[in-house]
């Protein structure tokens, strides 16, 4: 289960990680209102979508003061945004996210997962702030660090959090900061039944303060059945219709972009047959495991 960024933020902030103050609207006429919480300057408005790619989709937007923030909030809310993760029929942005602008200094990336392969949990560190980490393992993977942890442990030692932060060069406070994040990190994804957590970008603010700028989440769905708290934080509107009545079944069904339709005995043998439908040129148009 997918979460917006400013639910993440909050997840972060109750943690005590370091996020800018912000606050979100789901109209315009809120706006005035929330702004009040927030300190007056500059603005970042974010369309707030189950997506990357929003900043070349125009879904952020650096604003210089209120009126600009109105001008460009009313381009941006029930705007659909076409991003290269949402597919060619985009997603309708129904919740706007205004932040408090950070002068950045420097921008990083770091990321926790769940590692299933090795059964650990995997943090991913890099130079490359703000940039799709995919492409950079591919292009600069001397950019990227990568350290699993055994997660039977209570958290990640000094010295794999050192090896962690290291590729950061930061100054000793900072490298305090550092240590704090990575920590607070492990205890979210353990607690919250996280598959991922990710800080993109990470940044060195003005004051020469970490800052987690952006953030994504991502949770288990077979666990969330203990995650109240996190089942609340579910927006139905960013999911697929028919995978939501799926989900109602028990049935694991993902629509994809083709033509041909899979209804298949098992998820293997669901996987097999889309390869198969690839291999002779076609496109699934879902994945359907009705049972093993």
Do not use: W
């Not at 900043?55 to 941006?76: N, T």
């Not at 770091?110 to 943090?123: G, N, Q």
């Amino acid at each position: 289960m997918n979460i917006h960024e400013h639910q993440a933020k909050q997840i972060l902030k109750e943690f005590g990680a370091p996020v800018s103050e912000g606050v979100v609207v789901f109209s315009l006429n809120e706006i005035d209102e929330k702004l009040s919480k927030l300190n007056k300057g500059e603005y970042v408005l974010k369309a707030q979508i189950h997506a990357g790619g929003r900043g070349k989709a125009g879904g952020v937007k650096l604003v210089k003061d209120k009126d600009q923030l109105f001008s460009e909030a009313k381009k941006m809310m029930g705007k659909t945004l076409v991003t290269h993760q949402t597919g060619p029929d985009g997603k309708e942005v129904k919740r706007l996210y205004i932040e408090e602008a950070s002068k950045i200094l420097n921008e990083f990336y770091l990321s926790c997962l769940v590692d299933r392969e090795t059964s650990s949990i995997a943090f991913i560190s890099s130079t490359e702030g703000g940039m799709d980490i995919e492409k950079v393992a591919k292009e600069n993977p001397e950019k990227i660090i990568t350290k699993k942890i055994d997660y039977k442990k209570d958290g990640p030692s000094d010295n794999e959090i050192n090896e962690i932060i290291s590729i950061f060069k930061l100054k000793e406070k900072q490298q305090e900061e550092a240590r704090k994040l990575i920590k607070i990190l492990y205890k979210i994804l353990l607690e919250k039944d996280a598959s991922l957590i990710e800080i993109n970008p990470l940044v060195i603010n003005k004051e020469e303060k970490l800052v987690c700028l952006d953030a994504k989440m991502n949770f288990d769905d077979n666990a969330i059945f203990r995650r109240p708290e996190i089942l609340k934080l579910r927006d139905l509107n960013e999911e697929e219709p028919a995978e939501i009545e799926a989900s109602k079944y028990d049935l694991a069904y993902i629509k994809l972009n083709g033509s041909i339709g899979c209804m298949v005995n098992g998820a293997g043998l669901a996987m097999a047959t889309m390869d198969i439908i690839k291999l002779h040129g076609q496109e699934p148009a879902n994945f359907l495991d009705v049972g093993g």
